[in-house]
């Protein structure tokens, strides 16, 4: 009877483990590699694991380590751990855990005290990790590791705005997890006459929806005038419908100089949960607009609210597959290797080129010369001495 209390026991464990929510920060950077989790275990415990392997270049790091307010901009190809770039500090896991020290909690645990969604939520965050003794930063984006309970939309500005406006939604319903964010990232791009001194303007914006239910509506999306209708499915009134944003969270900065200062800012509004659903299933088409900040009744730019669909590419190479997914560009690209003849799983070197094959060549010897140069856009193979493959981290090796 034990033993079998005892498998039951082991059973419902690995099970209930499945069921936890669970947020990820992949990392390779800076001589470190792996993951850190954090689990809601239950209504009130939130677990922090690590597992973390250092570089033979690294064996031994004191780490300080940190939640910031913004994600991770993988775009950025040099320097993206800057603080300036991930915004404030809004969670000193040093001053909660202590240092992480390099081997002794490469594989560890702890029992931490914040919120994963909601006010003061670390889901949608990033954290960093700096080596005190040379300075070298880590960092990654704090997302879900289960993809399909979460969900992105861009509102996209070109002109006289530049810029973007990310919607990102996560609802695990099981744990009853449900968050909402809003991630600004506006600059002028002409100059702002009688603005000079100033670091950003303020402006009303508002989410906006068609009056038509017409697929054609897209070629009118460069006129802004065309809409009427601020989005108010609920028919609560003027200033009160889901689409009146800035009477909820203020009013958006754009940046004057972009070269200067950013102006990126976080937002949470639960009240927009439904946009996700309303940008699927609606007919008609939700754009943001925003006002022009010397004429309130103005407006200055707008732009169709869209889906952002990740991203799937790939190859096969020797009977091997390769598939590198991106869900948006504040995460990191995923990698999966897959044997299509099992027989002939052995160790290969992968490198991508600037081009592709030239399609006159298929067949020939010469096939695979015609791909160009290594893509290599930061000089990594002339500049330094690149470690041998799976023995450096990331930022060592040519894209």
């Known amino acids: 009877m034990f033993a079998l209390f005892l498998v039951l026991t082991l059973i419902f464990s690995k099970y209930e483990c499945i069921l936890c929510f669970t947020l990820s920060a992949y990392i390779s950077q800076s001589g470190l590699h792996g993951e850190i989790h954090f689990i809601q275990k239950d209504s009130q415990v939130i677990e922090l694991k690590t597992d973390l392997v250092p570089t033979l270049e690294y064996p031994e790091q004191i780490v300080t380590w940190s939640i910031h307010e913004f994600p991770v901009d993988y775009s950025k190809i040099e ?149 009427q209708l601020v989005y108010d499915p609920e028919d609560k009134g003027q200033g009160k419908g889901i689409g009146d944003v800035d009477q909820r969270v203020g009013k958006a900065h754009v940046a004057v100089d972009v070269t200067k200062i950013s102006q990126k800012a976080t937002f949470r509004d639960f009240e927009l949960s439904a946009l996700s659903s309303a940008i699927v299933g609606e007919q008609r088409k939700l754009y943001v607009v925003i006002f022009d900040d010397q004429h309130g009744d103005s407006f200055l730019s707008c732009s169709k609210i869209r889906l952002v669909d990740h991203i799937v590419t790939g190859a096969v190479l020797r009977n091997r597959e390769i598939v590198m997914t991106q869900y948006w560009k504040y995460e990191p690209t995923l990698i999966n290797f897959t044997s299509i003849n099992s027989m002939l799983d052995f160790d290969l070197n992968y490198n991508i080129y600037d081009l592709p094959p030239h399609p006159k060549m298929i067949g020939t010897s010469e096939y695979c010369s015609t791909t160009g140069s290594l893509y290599d856009p930061l000089h990594k193979k002339s500049n330094n001495i690149i470690p041998p493959p799976g023995y450096g981290t990331q930022e060592q090796y040519p894209i």
């Open 79 to 227: 320097n993206r751990c800057d603080e300036k770039h991930l915004g404030k500090k809004i969670l000193d896991l040093e001053n909660l855990l202590g240092y992480l020290t390099i081997p002794e909690n490469s594989t560890a645990s702890w029992d931490l005290p914040v919120k994963l969604t909601g006010d003061n939520g670390i889901w949608g965050r990033s954290i960093l990790l700096k080596n005190v003794d040379n300075n070298m930063l880590s960092c990654a984006t704090i997302s879900s590791k289960d993809k399909t309970i979460e969900r992105t939309a861009e509102a996209r500005f070109h002109y006289p705005i530049s810029g973007s406006i990310y919607f990102r939604w996560i609802a695990a319903t099981k744990s009853n997890h449900v968050d909402m964010l809003i991630y600004t990232d506006l600059y002028h791009t002409r100059p702002t006459s009688g603005k000079y001194g100033r670091q950003f303007t303020e402006h009303n914006w508002k989410i906006y929806v068609t009056d038509i239910f017409d697929s054609k509506a897209d070629n009118n999306e460069e006129n802004c005038n065309a809409l």
